[in-house]
């Protein structure tokens, strides 16, 4: 046997030692990897040649962790499929048997292993681990891209760049420090130079760093995004803050270094975004509006796409499966309207009002487009009208919101453009219940047919034998409803009742007719596309689970023992749940308080125990 003088290729190892040991040096660096003879290398190239990668046998400390399939799939993909020629000669099927058996159906696809590799990651082993990590190497090192990009989990989005070095050692003479530093800084480019002061020296420690580390180094290579004076200028409104306190804010952060515009900037860019079509407003003496309702939408979802932030969203079908966009919209003015088909290309418009406010309580309608990342977020809705308002009856809603359903209408018939093409308008009602009820002209949840989306029956009695029999009782929860409430009901209502109905007026309809609704209904929304407001929904669930058991100990100890359950559960939501309740929502929690009380629901059972009857403790902690 010969010295050992020859490096194997990282295709060679399985044919030279076991799974384990070559999935290490694998992984090693060149300089570091075992060497062999002349004679063990020429038997192993042989040997690949002529057969298929053999399977490792897994080591010990593997145990069932890792799937024992990396070792094959890598050799596989790097040199089974693709045989280097000998003797540089091209390879042919006749002449080579063992390819030609390597590539038979019975070897593993090398896609289909890969994608089962990547979907069982987590369970592989460390030396599967590093023989990964060996073929992505080889990957990168053959290929050579310009950049990679990771999108992580919390939404940040990452981009390296590779950047040309020579192999590194630890100490080196003062010419190789200086093209050290030279590559660093023609990396990071001037995102040291130009950023803010308050980050400039993090930046020089982070650069410090990576021109004295071996192998990889992360350093920033551009300098730190800085907002348009548009931009800025929308960040002032949105936050409301004063010029003065904006030139405050400036100087504080030295001035023209800073980033931010001055204020004779700030003053031209806020006349021009004023003057944008979507952003016209005009005021009266019930308050103030916005120009147009076209203009705002079109303008909000211009922006989404700019930015990239539209998101396209779906219909369900029957089967509950989202309906694909297969079909464009093509308006028909001359019809009366009808909603398209759940196939048409389309985008979502949520519309609702919600009142209140310390001091003087405001009535705010507002809209609002599910088709972005975040549709929840407040600052990507939009405020057609705020006005002072004291009370949300029918008749005033129709002088708050009334002039609205002509652009709404008018939307809902031509349709919005976007991106350059014509799409329908899929209209969604939201709100709390006592809006969505005075919108519909409903008598509320306490009438005799208390929901907007069905005609159940809300109380059992003589007077509701007939519509009992006709729609079904709310209290068979575990029946589905016997009849939804449909767009030609409200049209219906709109007509009957008539332009001139007010609150004062008694319903020209028999109960079985009008169905609960009292007043002309403001539109004829879809019941289906109704939604509840998520924080109202939170807010009063919340409020009535806890009411329940304090009802439940009164139905069996009367006054006393309500008295004591409720005591048991405000000391249990200040001690142990750990919420208050706030000032306004009726003196109720806030959302964020909500969600921590469902959270820790059981803590509110456990100070029930022995004071509420155990059935109804029981059906308390599963509600």
Same mark, same amino acid.
């Given at each position: ?7 194997? %290729? ?18 090693? @660096? ?17 040997s690949r040649w002529a057969s298929t990668p053999p399977l490792p046998a897994p080591s010990p400390d593997e145990g069932a962790v890792g799937l024992n399939l990396l070792s094959?799939?890598? /050799? ?14 091209? /390879?042919?099927?006749?002449?080579e048997p063992g390819q030609a058996a390597a590539l038979e159906p019975s070897s593993p696809s090398p896609t289909v292993a890969l994608e089962t590799l990547l979907a069982r ?8 681990? /590093? ?48 093209? #050290? ?48 004076? =548009?931009?800025?200028?929308?960040? +002032? ?7 003065? @306190? ?9 001035? @023209? ?5 001055? =204020? ?29 309702? #076209? ?20 219909? =369900? ?9 297969? %079909?464009?919209?093509?308006? $028909? ?13 389309d985008i979502h418009l949520c519309l609702g009002l919600d009142k209140g406010g310390r001091g003087t309580s405001t009535a705010k309608l507002v809209a609002t487009t599910p088709?972005?990342?975040?549709? +929840?977020?407040?600052? *990507? ?86 519509? &009992?029999? /006709? ?37 020209? &309809?028999?109960?079985?007719? *009008? ?26 669930? $919340?409020?009535?689970? &806890? ?77």
């Amino acid at each position: 046997m010969g010295a050992a003088t020859y490096v194997p %290729s990282p295709a060679a190892m399985p044919w030279l030692w076991s799974g384990a040991d070559a999935a290490n040096e694998a992984a090693a @660096k060149p300089n570091e990897r075992r060497k062999v003879c002349a004679a063990c290398r020429s038997k192993a190239d042989r040997s690949r040649w002529a057969s298929t990668p053999p399977l490792p046998a897994p080591s010990p400390d593997e145990g069932a962790v890792g799937l024992n399939l990396l070792s094959a799939v890598a /050799a596989f993909v790097q040199d089974s499929s693709i045989a280097p020629p000998r003797d540089g000669a091209p /390879a042919a099927a006749d002449d080579e048997p063992g390819q030609a058996a390597a590539l038979e159906p019975s070897s593993p696809s090398p896609t289909v292993a890969l994608e089962t590799l990547l979907a069982r990651y987590d369970t592989l082993s460390k030396s599967e681990v /590093a023989l990964s990590a060996a073929l992505m190497a080889k990957h990168l090192r053959a290929v050579r891209p310009t950049h990679i990009s990771i999108s992580f989990g919390n939404g940040v989005n990452r981009r390296y760049e590779p950047v040309p070095t020579r192999k590194r050692k630890r100490a080196v003479q003062a010419r190789q420090t200086r093209r #050290r530093v030279s590559a660093v800084a023609r990396a990071a480019g001037g995102a040291v130079d130009a950023a803010a002061p308050a980050t400039r020296r993090a930046n020089l420690d982070i650069r410090r760093a990576a021109q004295r580390q071996e192998g990889v180094s992360v350093v920033p290579t551009g300098r730190l995004q800085r907002l348009s004076p =548009r931009e800025q200028a929308l960040f +002032m409104t949105k936050h409301q803050l004063s010029q003065t @306190k904006w030139s405050e804010l400036r100087k504080a952060l030295s001035g @023209k270094d800073s980033g931010l515009a001055s =204020r004779e900037v700030i003053r031209s860019a806020m006349r021009t975004a004023a003057a944008e079509p979507g952003r016209q407003v005009w005021t009266d003496a019930r308050g103030a509006h916005l120009v147009s309702l #076209r203009d705002a939408v079109e303008c909000t979802l211009d922006e989404l796409v700019q930015s990239e932030q539209f998101r396209e969203r779906y219909a =369900r079908g029957p089967d509950g499966r989202p309906v694909p966009h297969t %079909s464009t919209y093509l308006p $028909t003015p001359e019809l009366p309207y009808e909603q398209h088909a759940d196939n048409v290309a389309d985008i979502h418009l949520c519309l609702g009002l919600d009142k209140g406010g310390r001091g003087t309580s405001t009535a705010k309608l507002v809209a609002t487009t599910p088709n972005q990342v975040h549709p +929840m977020s407040r600052s *990507h809705s939009i405020l057609l009208s705020t006005m002072p308002c004291s009370s949300d009856t029918n008749t005033d809603l129709h002088e708050m919101i009334g002039p609205w359903m002509g652009d709404v209408q008018a939307l809902l018939e031509s349709g919005v453009t976007v991106n350059g093409s014509l799409r329908a308008v899929r209209l969604f009602l939201t709100g709390d219940l006592q809006f969505l009820s005075c919108f519909l002209g409903h008598k509320g949840a306490s009438c005799r047919l208390p929901c907007v989306w069905c005609l159940v029956v809300g109380r059992r009695g003589d007077a509701n034998v007939e519509a &009992l029999a /006709a729609f079904g009782d709310i209290q068979d929860a575990w029946q589905k409803p016997k009849r939804l409430r449909t767009r030609k009901q409200l049209q219906d209502a709109i007509e009957a009742l008539g332009e001139d109905c007010n609150d004062d007026l008694l319903i020209p &309809l028999t109960p079985l007719k *009008h169905l609960s609704i009292e007043y002309p209904p403001l539109f004829d929304v879809e019941p289906c596309q109704i939604v509840v407001a998520p924080l109202h929904l939170t807010l009063g669930v $919340t409020a009535i689970l &806890l009411r329940l058991g304090v009802e439940a100990a009164a139905l069996c100890g009367g006054l006393p023992a309500a008295r004591r359950a409720a005591a048991a559960i405000g000391a249990a939501l200040l001690k142990d749940v750990r919420v208050r309740p706030v000032p306004y929502h009726g003196g109720g929690f806030a959302g964020r308080e909500c969600h921590r009380i469902a959270v820790r629901g059981s803590m509110v059972c456990d100070a029930l125990e022995g004071l509420i009857p155990a059935p109804q403790l029981a059906a308390l902690r599963t509600a």
